[in-house]
C-alpha cells in the first residue's frame, strides 16, 4: 500500500507537470530573431569535478587552478558529493600533492603515492575542534556535513578564485540524488563569482544539500539555519516532509531513499528537489543526471541509475531545471572506462560505455532519440569526474583513472556576451538553452550546426553557399549563425509543410597535439594500418542523425512513458558472456537514424583545420530534430566501431580481470608500461584506450512543422 | 541530331529576328539590353521581396522559372509550391512562428555569354553577390543559368541537376 500511494504521486505529480509542459508547448517560440540575438561565443568548462572537499585528490585551489590554467577552461563549477566529509579540504595540504601552490612543479611530475589530498581533518584543525562541526553525527572524526563545507568554507575558496583568476567559477554539488545514483546541480543565487563583486554566498545551495541529498542524514535543519524543506508550490511533497528534520525523510531512512519499506520514495523526493529548485532558483539552477548509465537500471527499493521514465519526470517538473544528462561521463582513463562495468557497477547499462558515451546517447534510437522524438528540450553534456590519476600523481599526464577538467572533456557552450563579460548566469542560460557541444580529446574545437529553411528564389547552390559560408565565418570566430530562416543548436525553425532546408556544419579539427602525451601511433587505427600519433587525432567523419518528433508521452501511458533500456539480465556489465533485455519500447525512437555520413570526400578543407559541408532535405513534411556525432575512427575499425560507424562496446573483457588479454594491442615501443600487460603483449587500456577513440556529440536542431507537432517552447 | 542543329538555328534565327537583337557569329547571341534589364529587375524585385507576400506569391515572381527548370533535384512545380507556401506562411508567422527563409541582397548581378553553342534554346549565365546581413554579415555569390524563351523572356532555368546535394 506504502508501495503504491509513493508511486501514486510520483506519477500524479508528473502527470500534472507534464500537463503543464504540454499546454505551454504551444504555440512554441521559434527561433529568435537574428538581430535580437546579442552576439555570443561558444566557452569551454566543465560542472562536475571533486576536491578534498568529499573524495577528490586536489585541493580546491589546485584543482580550480589546473581547470583554468593548465587545461585552459573558460568557465568552472566545483561540484563535491554531498553527504559528510571529515577532511578539512581548505587548509594547507599536507601530503603528496603538495602544498598549494606548488613553487615549481618537478619537471618530471609529482611522485605517485597511494595516499592522495590532504587528510587533515576539520575536528584537527578548526579552532574549537569538534564543537565547530554543526549538526548530527557521533563519528570521531567528526565529519562535516556539506552543507557547512559549502555554506561557511567552500564557497569563499570559490569566489576568491574566481576573482583570482578572473573567470566565472561558482559552486555546484554532484549530489546523491534520493532513488538514483548522482546528479549534477547548482544554484547560482546568492553566489557572486567574477566578474560580480562583493560578497556573496552559497546559502541556497548549502540548504539544498540538506534538504535533498540523500547522504545528507543531518536531522538539525543545518542548525541555526533552521531549514524547512516544505515548500508551497508542493502540497503533495510537503506532506512526506519529516516533523524533526523538516524534509522528506523517515525513522531508519532519514536520506529518504527508496527502500524496501518505502519504495519509489527516493525519486518521489528527488522530483520534488527539481520543483524545490524552480521554485527557488528558477533561472540559477539546473539538474543534470551524471554518468546516468552506470550504475544500471532502476530499482524501486534501492538508490539505483534513471530509467527513461525518470528523466521524464523530471523534464515534466520543471523543464528550465532538469534540461540534460552526462551521457558522456568521466573517469574516461579508468580501466572500465567511465567507471561503468566491472566491480561496483555490475548492472551499467548494456555492459558499459560505447566510444566513451553511455548507451542512452550512443544508441541511434535509444533514450535520448526518444526524449527528442517528444520534443522535449534534452541536452547532452559532458563531464571529467576528476578525482584522482590512479596510479599518477596530480601533476603527471598519464592516468589510470580520470582526466582532469579540460584535459579531456570539454562541454562547448554558447554564451551570448552582448555588452557585457563572461558570466555565470550567462554560462547556465546557456547550458539551458541547448545551444552547446561536448568533444573528447578536442576532436574538435569549433563547432557551427545549423538547419535553414531553403530560400526559393535562389539557386540550391546558392542556399548551401550562404549557409556554409554562414557556417565557417561563425565557426571561425567561435559563434553561431545568425540568419533569419535559420537555427542552431538548441534552437527551432518554424516551416510550412513541404519546406527543403539546408543542413550547414562547419567545424574545425584544430591542428597540432591535443593534451595527451603519447605520440606513439593510435593502436586502434593500427589495427586497419593507419599511422597516426595519438597525439594527434584527425577527425574521419560526422554523422548527421534525425528523427521525427512525435509529442509528448503522457505519464498515465505507462507503456509509452516507462521503460527500460540496456538491462543486463545475467552476468556482470562487461562481460561479453552477460545477457541484456531487449529495450522497452518507451526508451525508443524507431525513426531515428542516421541520415548522412560527410568526410574527407564531401567535406571542404579549409586552411586551419576547418571543414565544412551541407546537404538539402527536401519536401519536409513532419516535425524532426538533426544532431551530429563525429569521431577519428573510421567505420569498421575492430572492437572499436561497426560498419554503420557505430561505437561499439568499450571493452570486450571484465574490465577487472587482468587475466585476460586487451582487444587492441599496444605495439609500439612507446607504449607505456600501466598498460594492461599479458604475456609481454601490452593492450590499449586507461589513458591509451580514451586518447585513441574520440568522439563528439551536438545537441539538436529542431524543425518544427506547422500543422505538425509542437516542440516544446526552447527556454531562453 | 540534325533535326535538333536545325530547331537550334530555326529558334535563333527566329528569336533574332522577332526581337531585333543582333546575333554575332559562330553560336554567340547578343541578347539585348532590355531583355537582360527586365530579367535583372524582375529578379531582383522577387529575391528582395522573399519576405513579402506579394511578391512572393505573385505571378511574376512565378513566371521567373523556364518551365523546364530543374535545379538540384527542384523542379518549376516544386518552387512555385514553395513561393506559394511561403506567400501564404509568412501572414501567420505571429500566431504559428514561421520562420520563414534566409533574405539576402543581390548585387552586381551580371547576365553573360549569351549563346546558342549548346544543345536547345539560347542561354546565358546569371552570376551574382549575395549578402546577408540580419546580424552578422555573409557574401557569398550565386551562379545559375537562364533561358532565353520564344516570348522573349530571359527565364531561370537551373543547372538541370536531378539530385540535390
Given at each position: 500500500?506504502?508501495?503504491?500511494?509513493?508511486?501514486?504521486?510520483?506519477y500524479?505529480?508528473?502527470?500534472?507537470?507534464?500537463?503543464?509542459?504540454?499546454?505551454?508547448?504551444?504555440?512554441?517560440?521559434?527561433?529568435?530573431?537574428?538581430?535580437?540575438?546579442?552576439?555570443?561565443?561558444?566557452?569551454?568548462?566543465?560542472?562536475?569535478n571533486?576536491?578534498?572537499?568529499?573524495d577528490?585528490?586536489?585541493?580546491?585551489?589546485?584543482?580550480?587552478?589546473?581547470?583554468?590554467?593548465?587545461?585552459?577552461l573558460?568557465?568552472?563549477?566545483?561540484a563535491?558529493h554531498?553527504?559528510?566529509s571529515?577532511?578539512?579540504?581548505?587548509?594547507?595540504?599536507a601530503?603528496s600533492t603538495?602544498?598549494?601552490?606548488?613553487?615549481?612543479?618537478?619537471?618530471?611530475?609529482?611522485?605517485?603515492?597511494?595516499?592522495?589530498?590532504p587528510?587533515?581533518?576539520?575536528?584537527?584543525?578548526?579552532?574549537?575542534g569538534?564543537?565547530d562541526?554543526?549538526?548530527?553525527?557521533?563519528?570521531?572524526?567528526?565529519a562535516?556535513?556539506?552543507?557547512?563545507?559549502?555554506?561557511?568554507?567552500?564557497?569563499?575558496?570559490?569566489?576568491?578564485e574566481?576573482?583570482?583568476?578572473?573567470?566565472?567559477?561558482?559552486?555546484?554539488?554532484e549530489?546523491?540524488?534520493?532513488g538514483?545514483?548522482?546528479v549534477?546541480?547548482?544554484?547560482l543565487?546568492?553566489?557572486?563569482?567574477?566578474?560580480?563583486?562583493?560578497t556573496?554566498n552559497?546559502?541556497l545551495?548549502?540548504?539544498?544539500?540538506?534538504c535533498?541529498?540523500?547522504?545528507?542524514?543531518?536531522?538539525?535543519?543545518?542548525?541555526?539555519?533552521?531549514?524547512?524543506?516544505?515548500?508551497?508550490s508542493?502540497?503533495?511533497?510537503n506532506?512526506?516532509?519529516?516533523?524533526?528534520?523538516?524534509?522528506?525523510?523517515?525513522?531508519?531512512?532519514?536520506?529518504?531513499?527508496?527502500?524496501?519499506?518505502?519504495?519509489?520514495?527516493?525519486?518521489?523526493?528527488?522530483?520534488?528537489?527539481?520543483?524545490?529548485?524552480?521554485?527557488?532558483?528558477?533561472?540559477?539552477?539546473?539538474?543534470?543526471?551524471?554518468?546516468?548509465e552506470?550504475?544500471?537500471?532502476?530499482?524501486?527499493?534501492?538508490?539505483?541509475?534513471?530509467?527513461?521514465?525518470?528523466?521524464?519526470?523530471?523534464n515534466?517538473?520543471?523543464p528550465?531545471?532538469?534540461?540534460?544528462?552526462?551521457?558522456?561521463?568521466?573517469?574516461?582513463?579508468?580501466?572500465?572506462?567511465?567507471e561503468?562495468?566491472?566491480?561496483?557497477?555490475?548492472?551499467?547499462?548494456?555492459?558499459?560505455?560505447?566510444?566513451?558515451?553511455?548507451?542512452?546517447?550512443?544508441?541511434?534510437?535509444?533514450?535520448?532519440?526518444?526524449?527528442?522524438?517528444?520534443?522535449?528540450?534534452?541536452?547532452?553534456?559532458?563531464?571529467?569526474?576528476?578525482?584522482?590519476?590512479g596510479?599518477?600523481?596530480?601533476?603527471?599526464?598519464?592516468?589510470?583513472?580520470?582526466?582532469?577538467?579540460?584535459?579531456?572533456?570539454?562541454?562547448?557552450?554558447?554564451?551570448?556576451?552582448?555588452?557585457?563579460?563572461?558570466?555565470?548566469?550567462?554560462?547556465?542560460?546557456?547550458?539551458?538553452?541547448?545551444?552547446?557541444?561536448?568533444?573528447?580529446g578536442?576532436?574538435?574545437?569549433?563547432?557551427?550546426?545549423?538547419?535553414?529553411?531553403?530560400?526559393?528564389?535562389?539557386?540550391?547552390?546558392?542556399?548551401?553557399?550562404?549557409?556554409?559560408?554562414?557556417?565557417?565565418?561563425?565557426?571561425?570566430?567561435?559563434?553561431?549563425?545568425?540568419?533569419d530562416g535559420?537555427a542552431?543548436?538548441?534552437?527551432?525553425?518554424v516551416?510550412?509543410?513541404?519546406?527543403?532546408?539546408?543542413?550547414?556544419?562547419?567545424?574545425?579539427?584544430?591542428?597540432?597535439?591535443?593534451?595527451?602525451?603519447?605520440?606513439?601511433p593510435?593502436?586502434?587505427?593500427?589495427?586497419?594500418?593507419?599511422?597516426?600519433?595519438?597525439?594527434?587525432?584527425?577527425?574521419?567523419?560526422?554523422?548527421?542523425?534525425?528523427?521525427?518528433?512525435?509529442?509528448?508521452?503522457?505519464?498515465?501511458?505507462?507503456g509509452?512513458?516507462?521503460?527500460?533500456?540496456?538491462?543486463?539480465?545475467?552476468?556482470?556489465?562487461?562481460?561479453?558472456?552477460?545477457?541484456?533485455?531487449?529495450?522497452?519500447?518507451?526508451?525508443?525512437?524507431?525513426?531515428?537514424?542516421?541520415?548522412?555520413?560527410?568526410?574527407?570526400?564531401?567535406?571542404?578543407?579549409?586552411?586551419?583545420?576547418?571543414?565544412?559541408?551541407?546537404?538539402?532535405?527536401?519536401?519536409?513534411?513532419?516535425?524532426?530534430?538533426?544532431?551530429?556525432?563525429?569521431?577519428?575512427?573510421?567505420?569498421?575499425?575492430?572492437?572499436e566501431?561497426?560498419?554503420?560507424?557505430?561505437?561499439?562496446l568499450d571493452?570486450?573483457?571484465?574490465?577487472?580481470?587482468?587475466?585476460?588479454?586487451?582487444?587492441?594491442?599496444?605495439?609500439?615501443?612507446?607504449?607505456?608500461?600501466?598498460?594492461?600487460?599479458?604475456?609481454?603483449i601490452?593492450?590499449?587500456?586507461?589513458?591509451?584506450?580514451?586518447?585513441?577513440?574520440?568522439?563528439?556529440?551536438?545537441?539538436?536542431?529542431?524543425?518544427?512543422?506547422?500543422?505538425?507537432?509542437?516542440?516544446?517552447?526552447i527556454?531562453? | 541530331?540534325?533535326?535538333?542543329?536545325?530547331?537550334?538555328?530555326?529558334?535563333?534565327?527566329?528569336?533574332?529576328?522577332?526581337?531585333?537583337?543582333?546575333?554575332?557569329?559562330?553560336?554567340?547571341?547578343?541578347?539585348?539590353?532590355?531583355?537582360?534589364?527586365?530579367?535583372?529587375?524582375?529578379?531582383?524585385?522577387?529575391?528582395?521581396?522573399?519576405?513579402?507576400?506579394?511578391?512572393?506569391?505573385?505571378?511574376?515572381?512565378?513566371?521567373?522559372?523556364?518551365?523546364?527548370?530543374?535545379?538540384?533535384?527542384?523542379?518549376?512545380?516544386?518552387?512555385?509550391?514553395?513561393?506559394?507556401?511561403?506567400?501564404?506562411?509568412?501572414?501567420?508567422?505571429?500566431?504559428?512562428?514561421?520562420s520563414?527563409?534566409p533574405?539576402?541582397?543581390?548585387?552586381?548581378?551580371?547576365?553573360?555569354?549569351?549563346?546558342?553553342?549548346?544543345?536547345?534554346?539560347?542561354?546565358?549565365?546569371?552570376?551574382?553577390?549575395?549578402?546577408?546581413?540580419d546580424?552578422?554579415?555573409?557574401?557569398t555569390y550565386?551562379?545559375?543559368?537562364?533561358?532565353?524563351?520564344?516570348?522573349g523572356?530571359?527565364?531561370?532555368?537551373?543547372?538541370?541537376l536531378?539530385?540535390?546535394?
Amino acid at each position: 500500500m506504502k508501495a503504491l500511494d509513493f508511486r501514486n504521486v510520483a506519477y500524479a505529480s508528473a502527470a500534472i507537470c507534464a500537463l503543464g509542459g504540454i499546454l505551454n508547448s504551444g504555440p512554441a517560440a521559434a527561433a529568435s530573431k537574428a538581430k535580437e540575438k546579442a552576439a555570443g561565443a561558444y566557452v569551454t568548462g566543465d560542472f562536475h569535478n571533486h576536491s578534498t572537499c568529499s573524495d577528490g585528490s586536489l585541493s580546491m585551489k589546485k584543482l580550480i587552478d589546473k581547470s583554468v590554467n593548465t587545461w585552459g577552461l573558460d568557465w568552472f563549477v566545483q561540484a563535491d558529493h554531498g553527504g559528510s566529509s571529515a577532511r578539512n579540504c581548505t587548509g594547507l595540504t599536507a601530503n603528496s600533492t603538495g602544498p598549494y601552490p606548488p613553487a615549481t612543479y618537478p619537471s618530471a611530475g609529482q611522485p605517485a603515492t597511494t595516499g592522495k589530498g590532504p587528510n587533515l581533518t576539520w575536528q584537527a584543525t578548526l579552532p574549537n575542534g569538534v564543537v565547530d562541526i554543526k549538526g548530527d553525527g557521533p563519528i570521531n572524526p567528526k565529519a562535516m556535513w556539506r552543507w557547512q563545507e559549502i555554506k561557511e568554507f567552500q564557497y569563499q575558496v570559490t569566489e576568491v578564485e574566481s576573482r583570482r583568476l578572473s573567470k566565472p567559477i561558482w559552486m555546484g554539488v554532484e549530489t546523491n540524488a534520493p532513488g538514483h545514483e548522482h546528479v549534477s546541480m547548482a544554484i547560482l543565487d546568492g553566489q557572486r563569482p567574477w566578474p560580480a563583486t562583493g560578497t556573496g554566498n552559497a546559502n541556497l545551495l548549502a540548504q539544498f544539500e540538506y534538504c535533498f541529498d540523500r547522504s545528507d542524514t543531518d536531522t538539525s535543519r543545518g542548525a541555526e539555519n533552521s531549514w524547512d524543506c516544505a515548500f508551497s508550490s508542493s502540497p503533495t511533497g510537503n506532506k512526506l516532509v519529516d516533523a524533526t528534520s523538516r524534509k522528506i525523510a523517515k525513522a531508519g531512512n532519514l536520506g529518504g531513499n527508496n527502500s524496501a519499506a518505502d519504495p519509489n520514495l527516493g525519486h518521489t523526493k528527488s522530483v520534488e528537489a527539481v520543483k524545490w529548485l524552480n521554485q527557488f532558483a528558477p533561472n540559477g539552477s539546473y539538474y543534470v543526471p551524471a554518468h546516468l548509465e552506470r550504475a544500471g537500471y532502476y530499482d524501486p527499493v534501492a538508490a539505483r541509475g534513471f530509467n527513461i521514465e525518470h528523466l521524464r519526470n523530471f523534464n515534466n517538473a520543471a523543464p528550465q531545471i532538469a534540461f540534460g544528462f552526462e551521457s558522456m561521463p568521466g573517469h574516461q582513463a579508468s580501466l572500465n572506462r567511465g567507471e561503468y562495468g566491472g566491480t561496483g557497477f555490475t548492472r551499467s547499462i548494456a555492459g558499459g560505455t560505447f566510444g566513451g558515451t553511455g548507451y542512452y546517447t550512443a544508441k541511434i534510437g535509444g533514450v535520448w532519440d526518444a526524449l527528442l522524438g517528444e520534443g522535449r528540450n534534452w541536452w547532452f553534456f559532458a563531464s571529467s569526474d576528476y578525482h584522482n590519476r590512479g596510479l599518477f600523481g596530480p601533476d603527471q599526464l598519464e592516468s589510470t583513472q580520470d582526466f582532469q577538467p579540460g584535459e579531456y572533456q570539454r562541454t562547448h557552450v554558447m554564451v551570448r556576451k552582448g555588452s557585457n563579460s563572461l558570466s555565470a548566469q550567462g554560462v547556465t542560460d546557456g547550458l539551458r538553452s541547448g545551444n552547446s557541444f561536448a568533444t573528447s580529446g578536442q576532436l574538435i574545437d569549433r563547432l557551427s550546426f545549423v538547419v535553414c529553411a531553403i530560400n526559393p528564389l535562389l539557386p540550391v547552390k546558392a542556399n548551401t553557399a550562404l549557409v556554409e559560408a554562414a557556417a565557417l565565418n561563425s565557426a571561425k570566430n567561435n559563434a553561431e549563425v545568425r540568419i533569419d530562416g535559420c537555427a542552431t543548436m538548441g534552437e527551432k525553425l518554424v516551416v510550412r509543410p513541404g519546406s527543403s532546408l539546408v543542413v550547414g556544419i562547419a567545424l574545425r579539427d584544430p591542428d597540432g597535439s591535443n593534451f595527451s602525451p603519447y605520440s606513439f601511433p593510435n593502436p586502434s587505427l593500427e589495427l586497419i594500418n593507419v599511422k597516426q600519433p595519438l597525439n594527434q587525432p584527425i577527425l574521419d567523419h560526422v554523422d548527421v542523425i534525425g528523427g521525427d518528433v512525435t509529442g509528448f508521452v503522457s505519464p498515465t501511458n505507462t507503456g509509452a512513458y516507462a521503460g527500460e533500456a540496456g538491462k543486463i539480465l545475467t552476468g556482470t556489465a562487461g562481460d561479453p558472456a552477460a545477457t541484456y533485455k531487449p529495450d522497452d519500447p518507451a526508451t525508443l525512437n524507431p525513426t531515428a537514424r542516421k541520415l548522412k555520413t560527410f568526410n574527407s570526400t564531401n567535406w571542404s578543407a579549409s586552411s586551419g583545420g576547418f571543414r565544412t559541408m551541407s546537404y538539402v532535405v527536401k519536401n519536409v513534411a513532419a516535425t524532426r530534430y538533426f544532431r551530429l556525432r563525429g569521431t577519428n575512427l573510421p567505420p569498421s575499425v575492430p572492437n572499436e566501431t561497426d560498419a554503420d560507424g557505430n561505437p561499439l562496446l568499450d571493452y570486450l573483457v571484465i574490465p577487472f580481470d587482468t587475466t585476460k588479454p586487451g582487444t587492441v594491442p599496444c605495439a609500439s615501443a612507446a607504449c607505456p608500461a600501466h598498460l594492461r600487460t599479458i604475456n609481454g603483449i601490452k593492450y590499449s587500456s586507461f589513458d591509451v584506450a580514451a586518447w585513441a577513440d574520440l568522439w563528439f556529440y551536438s545537441n539538436p536542431v529542431f524543425v518544427q512543422v506547422t500543422g505538425s507537432t509542437s516542440v516544446a517552447s526552447i527556454i531562453k | 541530331m540534325k533535326r535538333t542543329r536545325m530547331l537550334r538555328l530555326a529558334t535563333a534565327v527566329l528569336t533574332c529576328g522577332l526581337l531585333l537583337t543582333a546575333c554575332g557569329k559562330s553560336g554567340v547571341v547578343n541578347v539585348s539590353d532590355k531583355q537582360i534589364g527586365d530579367f535583372k529587375a524582375a529578379y531582383t524585385a522577387g529575391v528582395d521581396g522573399t519576405a513579402k507576400p506579394a511578391v512572393i506569391g505573385a505571378a511574376e515572381t512565378q513566371d521567373l522559372y523556364d518551365p523546364a527548370f530543374l535545379d538540384s533535384g527542384f523542379t518549376k512545380t516544386d518552387i512555385v509550391a514553395a513561393l506559394t507556401g511561403e506567400a501564404t506562411a509568412l501572414p501567420n508567422a505571429a500566431t504559428t512562428g514561421h520562420s520563414g527563409v534566409p533574405q539576402v541582397t543581390l548585387s552586381d548581378v551580371v547576365v553573360s555569354n549569351c549563346n546558342n553553342a549548346g544543345p536547345g534554346p539560347i542561354t546565358c549565365s546569371l552570376s551574382a553577390s549575395l549578402t546577408n546581413s540580419d546580424a552578422d554579415t555573409t557574401v557569398t555569390y550565386l551562379n545559375s543559368t537562364l533561358r532565353l524563351s520564344p516570348d522573349g523572356k530571359l527565364r531561370l532555368v537551373g543547372d538541370n541537376l536531378s539530385t540535390t546535394p
